[in-house]
């Protein structure tokens, strides 16, 4: 899983993403499973998603787009090359691309504001969730 890291990591503190079908196929051909290189893709994803500076929501492509892969790459009917093509066309979708606009240098929030939260359980953060859209005015018409 090492080399699924690393190609996170790469991926998701890529600047031009035309890099990342380089970064795919160096890591492939140093024997990182289809798989590996879809978890690698995933997890890459979701860390440009969070450099991202657009304060668009549909930015989650980034996401949706490499799971989809990830199914995809599972299906043993699909030949190897259908599965690679899935892999390498990734960063050029429109909604993927208009991310690279305006990365920020580091992840939002830095991993080092999160770690410094103090901890909650999940069911607090859950109620703390509920207040929060509770709050929001739209939610008074809401049932229940």
């Known amino acids: 899983m090492l080399l699924a890291s690393a190609l996170a990591e790469a991926i998701g503190h890529c600047d031009q993403f035309a890099e990342i079908l380089a970064l795919l196929a160096?890591?492939?051909?140093?024997?990182?499973?289809?798989?590996?290189?879809?978890?690698?893709?995933s997890v890459g994803g979701s860390m440009l998603l969070l450099r991202s500076q657009t304060g668009n929501p549909m930015d989650v492509h980034m996401n949706t787009g490499a799971n989809?892969?990830?199914?995809?790459?599972?299906?043993?009917?699909?030949?190897?090359?259908?599965?690679?093509?899935?892999?390498?066309?990734?960063?050029s979708e429109p909604e993927v691309r208009t991310a690279q606009r305006k990365p920020a240098s580091v992840?939002?929030?830095?991993?080092e504001r999160v770690a410094a939260r103090p901890f909650r359980t999940q069911d607090a953060l859950l109620e703390e969730l509920e207040d929060l859209i509770g709050s929001l005015r739209l939610a008074s018409g809401c049932p229940g």
Do not use: C, D, I, N
């Open 68 to 91: 989809t892969r990830r199914y995809l790459l599972r299906q043993p009917e699909l030949s190897l090359r259908t599965k690679l093509q899935a892999l390498f066309v990734w960063h």
């Open 107 to 111: 992840m939002q929030p830095e991993p």
């Open 26 to 41: 160096r890591t492939l051909a140093r024997s990182l499973s289809l798989e590996g290189a879809g978890e690698g893709l």
